[in-house]
Nanobody, 126 residues
């Protein structure tokens, strides 16, 4: 599967953005999907994940209550709705997908995701 992330931008603190991850190739419903982010000099950090059927989600503590991950398998697209953005959310955001996992899988480990998009920059000014 090929992934294309979009929707990043420059916003002020407190604003919202919605990232999209368009998948092409194999059936998107076969893949659990995750969002990770990375800033210069730091390791890629888990943000959120959603299971193949969308029934299960997982978030890093720092975004709980502010970010919502979702997916539309009919459109082969995943989303990350980001509200109440903070300057510390500034990063390049990557979407990722992995198959050969259970229907409820929402892993947070970088190495468990086999496919990656190119990243989209999110910058939050104070």
């Amino acid at each position: 599967v090929q992934l294309q992330a979009s929707g990043g931008g420059l916003v002020q603190a407190g604003s919202s953005l919605r990232l999209s991850c368009a998948a092409s190739g194999r059936s998107f419903s076969n893949y659990a999907m995750g969002w990770f982010r990375q800033t210069p000099g730091k390791e890629r950090e888990f943000v959120a994940a959603i299971s193949r059927n969308g029934a299960s989600t997982n978030y890093v503590d720092s975004v709980k209550g502010r970010f919502t991950i979702s997916r539309d398998n009919a459109k082969n697209t995943g989303y990350l709705q980001m509200n109440s953005l903070k300057p510390e959310d500034t990063a390049i955001y990557y979407c990722a997908a992995t198959d050969r996992v259970s229907i409820y899988y929402t892993g947070s480990t970088y190495s468990s995701y086999r496919h990656w998009g190119q990243g989209t920059q999110v910058t939050v000014s104070s």
